[in-house]
């Protein structure tokens, strides 16, 4: 399990993936719809959302892929790990998503998921893929950085 973060989140799992995979327009805060299991097996700090992405259909959002393993203490009620699970979100965000998700090459992509105030939530974001160029740019704008900031402790 994570320890709580300075913003008062207790954080279950990142997808760190994303951030070099993707470009982030916007990012967005939603509950998710869970089952009683699935909420325990979180709170022992499993999760993994590195698969995930996000869908609208009939006016609803939708996450795939996003991996809650079975709780080990459940019976037979216990949950399917990776089930699609529904997205809580105020109808204006989701009108707003489904004209963005409408547009080439934007896609609702996991960013975090985490505990707030005893609640499940998700930070999703509206992303656009980036290009093998844009990736080669970010790591040697990266270790530039990190040469930078050696040079700079050496001294």
Not at 98 to 117: A, D, M, S, V
Request: aromatic share 6%; net charge positive; with cysteine.
């Amino acid at each position: 399990m994570s320890a709580p973060s300075e913003s008062g989140r207790k954080i279950v799992a990142k997808n760190r993936k994303a951030r070099h995979e993707y470009h982030i327009l916007e990012r967005f805060e939603a509950g998710l719809a869970l089952q009683g299991t699935e909420v325990k097996s979180l709170r022992q700090g499993r999760a993994s959302i590195g698969e995930g992405y996000g869908l609208i259909e009939g006016g609803e959002v939708w996450i795939r892929d996003i991996n809650i393993p079975e709780y080990e203490m459940g019976n037979r009620a216990n949950h399917q790990p990776k089930r699609t699970r529904k997205l809580l979100l105020h109808k204006q965000e989701i009108l707003r998503l489904l004209g963005k998700t409408t547009e080439k090459g934007l896609t609702l992509i996991p960013l975090n998921l985490y505990f707030k105030r005893g609640k499940v939530k998700i930070e999703i974001g509206l992303c656009r893929g980036k290009k093998a160029y844009d990736k080669r740019e970010a790591i040697r704008r990266r270790d530039q950085d990190r040469d930078l900031e050696q040079q700079m402790k050496d001294r």
